[in-house]
């Protein structure tokens, strides 16, 4: 009877002491895991961190499907260290004696800088990132429109190679993702000429005998012909304005008298249409070509420039406004400072051209003036000494006086569109009768039911024709 509580007591201090070692009990997993449907455990964590997953049998062998996601390494006979390195979702496999498990461990992507950034600038705003290699994308909603601009410029700019998706949504915003723009170029050239010189000449014969001519070589005068010594001759390229010749003393004046003003206005209407965030152009115009030389070989080819009206633009929808990148440009062939190339005779190109960014909201316009382009020219000649004598000097003399203005606007105007359903379509545009006659059909001379049939003998008509 006395040895039975001694008994007691050893069995006692066996369990206690096996407790205390802890050879043999069981360790509960340290990583909370959850089954999905097909009753495999999924294991969540998130990149850039690790977890510890233990087992209640000792490990022999574990495998990873993709180490680029996760991956896992044994740190004691009953534990597993897993490292989280990207997003995405792959198989953990474990064996033991005689057991099998496996887990799905789901790697999700952390609040990266970019994101924890934009929290702190704009705080209150609901502006989630998700990036990778070659894009981030941002989405979310944001209060005002210079939010939503702002945050995409910062993503710009913390990554240059990767594209930027902006997704975020405003209230209000409209569904449109299509900009039409409405351009109006206007465009007005004034010019004024005034010339003004004088050529006198005489010829051989009559009692003078000889031969003389003045001239400012500035307009044309008349020219030699020597080609008969005993009967010398004058030529006359051009009369200018006014042309006086006395037969008798064999003496002639050739006198240019000019004043000339223009007036050229110009005006064109574009209307182009563009993605959110796509580049659009337009061009009305032309190609001039240009001969280019090929090395050593000299072997010319033709390279065409264009030429015209040009306009570049690329809209950015944000809600109910839109910030357009426009590029507008008129250019013009100008061949008085062309060059001459081979024979080829090679125009050069007046241009005008402005480039802005602009915010605007839907139907709002906005002009682009104030480009004006203002030139003179004089230019001035005077035979010497004749040119300064008094009363008779301005017939040696000869000016010519050019003015030229400018002047161009450019009007803008963007609107959001969307395409039309079939029941919106406005009808096209019809003649008020049909351009064949119905009765002149070939559908309506076939007998039968269709084929070719012999036509019926055709009857005595009313208006007097008599039968074939």
């Known amino acids: 009877m006395r040895a039975f509580p001694v008994v007691m007591l050893s069995v006692m201090l066996i369990a206690e002491g096996v407790a205390a070692t802890g050879a043999q009990a069981p360790v509960r997993p340290q990583t909370p895991a ?61 064996w033991g004696a005689g057991q099998r498990l496996q887990y799905d461990l789901v790697v999700e992507q952390g609040i990266s800088s970019l994101q924890q950034q934009l929290q702190a600038l704009f705080p209150g705003e609901d502006i989630q990132v998700n990036a990778n290699d070659e894009a981030i994308v941002l989405s979310g909603h944001v209060s005002n429109n210079d939010t939503m601009l702002r945050a995409a410029e910062i993503a710009a700019a913390v990554s240059s190679k990767a594209r930027v998706i902006n997704m975020l949504q405003l209230p209000g ?121 090929q090395g050593a070989t000299g072997t010319v080819t033709i390279q065409f420039k264009e030429f015209g009206i040009r306009l570049n633009f690329k809209p950015t929808i944000a809600g109910d406004m839109i910030r357009l990148k426009v590029r507008p ?69 000869s000016k010519s006086d050019q003015a030229s203005r400018t002047e161009l606007m450019v009007l803008i105007t963007p609107r959001l569109v969307r395409p039309l359903n079939p029941d919106e379509v406005p009808p096209l545009p019809t003649r008020p009768r049909s351009f064949l006659p119905a009765e002149d059909a070939i559908g309506e001379q076939l007998q039968g039911g269709g084929g070719a049939v012999d036509a019926p003998t055709p009857d005595l008509k009313t208006d007097g024709k008599q039968k074939k």
């Open 34 to 94: 959850s089954r999905d449907e097909s009753g495999i455990q999924k294991i969540e964590l998130t990149a850039g961190r690790s977890t510890v997953l233990a087992t209640d049998f000792d490990i022999t062998r574990i495998a990873v499907t993709n180490p680029a996601v996760a991956d896992a390494v044994v740190v004691a006979p009953r534990e597993i260290l897993i490292d989280g390195k990207s997003s995405g979702t792959i198989s953990l496999i474990v």
């Open 173 to 293: 915003g409209m569904e449109s993702q299509q900009v039409m723009l409405q351009v109006r170029f206007a465009e007005v050239n004034r010019t004024a000429l005034l010339q003004l010189g004088a050529s006198m000449f005489t010829g051989a014969g009559g009692y003078q005998n000889y031969v003389a001519r003045t001239t400012t070589e500035q307009f044309a005068a008349p020219n030699f012909d020597n080609s008969n010594p005993l009967q010398p001759k004058l030529t006359f390229s051009d009369f200018l304005n006014l042309f006086l010749f006395n037969n008798q003393t064999n003496l002639g004046i050739v006198i240019s008298a000019l004043q000339s003003k223009g007036l050229i206005q110009s005006l064109a209407e574009p209307n182009l249409i563009a993605y959110n965030g796509q580049e659009a152009s337009f061009l009305a115009g032309g190609e001039f070509p240009v001969p280019i030389v």
């Open 329 to 397: 440009e008129v250019s013009m062939l100008d061949f008085t400072n062309g060059v001459t190339l081979s024979g080829f005779r090679i125009p050069a190109l007046t241009t005008r051209r402005a480039e802005t960014d602009v915010e605007l909201r839907d139907g709002q316009s906005f002009a682009i003036a104030g480009l004006l382009n203002n030139t003179s020219q004089e230019d001035r000649a005077a035979v010497p000494i004749l040119g300064s004598l008094p009363i008779i000097g301005p017939l040696f003399k």
